[in-house]
């Protein structure tokens, strides 16, 4: 059965190929020149159209679910990230549906977006794709998945994130971050990490330090959402045409914090 699926889809997805060649051949045999210049137009829209509706649909539903995990997280009445954390970051990390649990070895593995202070303009960036996977949370929350935002704070922390790969807590600090509407209660940790983390599963928030956890960018889906392979420190240091779905979530980044705030030190 499952392979009679991707043998109709993959007859359907060459179904624009077959009409315009079949359209064409007609067209020769009835020594039609007119005809036959505008059947290989035609052919040549369908072979360029093909690869748009075999595109991924998964980066783009990520988009939308990271964007619901930002908006439900920063309009909880006194549980969301305090707002001035957000004013200061330079880059922001969703993760909607972290899988984490004994069922993966005791450690996670998740996709989702990153976006930093745009270079070419005000506001966030367009988002570039990561993976996390690996290290240990210092608690399970029974096998489920969780939401996760990291904030990185400074700009060593965010030339790391935009690297090919780097481990949290080895090349980068990492800490729990604070709950609430305000950071009056930061530890010395908090003030001084590069990177502060948060998740939230079956409807608690809360801080966390994501030591050994790898991060790296997904340039299979950079290329599905961008059309080529492309990097994310070129994403976030560029102009970029977003799609529907990128663009809304960099809307409501930007609402909540359409600038960064410097620290007095920087």
């Not at 052919?43 to 539903?61: N, R």
């Not at 899988?99 to 367009?126: D, E, H, M, N, Q």
């Not at 801080?207 to 420190?233: F, P």
């Not at 970029?240 to 663009?247: D, H, I, N, V």
């Amino acid at each position: 059965m499952q392979a009679r699926k991707q043998t109709e889809r993959a007859m359907a997805s060459t179904i624009p190929e077959i009409g315009a060649l079949r359209a064409l051949a007609k067209a020769v045999a009835n020594g039609a020149t007119k005809e036959v210049n505008e059947m290989k137009l035609i052919l040549v829209a369908a072979v360029a159209l093909t690869p748009l509706f075999a595109k991924d649909p998964e980066p783009a539903k990520r988009l939308v679910a990271a964007r619901e995990v930002f908006s439900e997280v920063m309009s909880a009445p006194d549980k969301g990230i305090p707002q001035e954390m957000l004013e200061h970051a330079h880059c922001i990390v969703i993760v909607p549906d972290l899988k984490t649990g004994a069922f993966i070895l005791g450690g996670k593995y998740g996709k989702g977006y990153l976006s930093c202070r745009s270079k070419v303009g005000p506001g966030w960036s367009a988002p570039g794709t990561v993976r996390i996977e690996g290290g240990s949370v210092g608690f399970q929350f029974g096998g489920s998945s969780t939401d996760l935002i990291m904030l990185v704070m400074n700009e060593r922390g965010a030339d790391k994130l935009l690297s090919s790969k780097f481990t949290l807590g080895a090349e980068g600090s990492v800490a729990a971050g604070p709950v609430g509407r305000t950071a009056t209660a930061q530890t010395d940790a908090q003030m001084h990490a590069d990177i502060l983390s948060w998740s939230r599963s079956q409807g608690l928030f809360v801080g966390l330090a994501l030591e050994g956890a790898t991060l790296r960018q997904d340039l299979d889906d950079n290329n599905t959402i961008y059309g080529r392979k492309i990097e994310n420190r070129e994403i976030v240091n560029s102009k970029r045409r977003m799609s529907p779905e990128a663009l809304k979530l960099v809307e409501l980044l930007n609402k909540y914090s359409s600038h960064e705030e410097k620290h007095g030190s920087e």
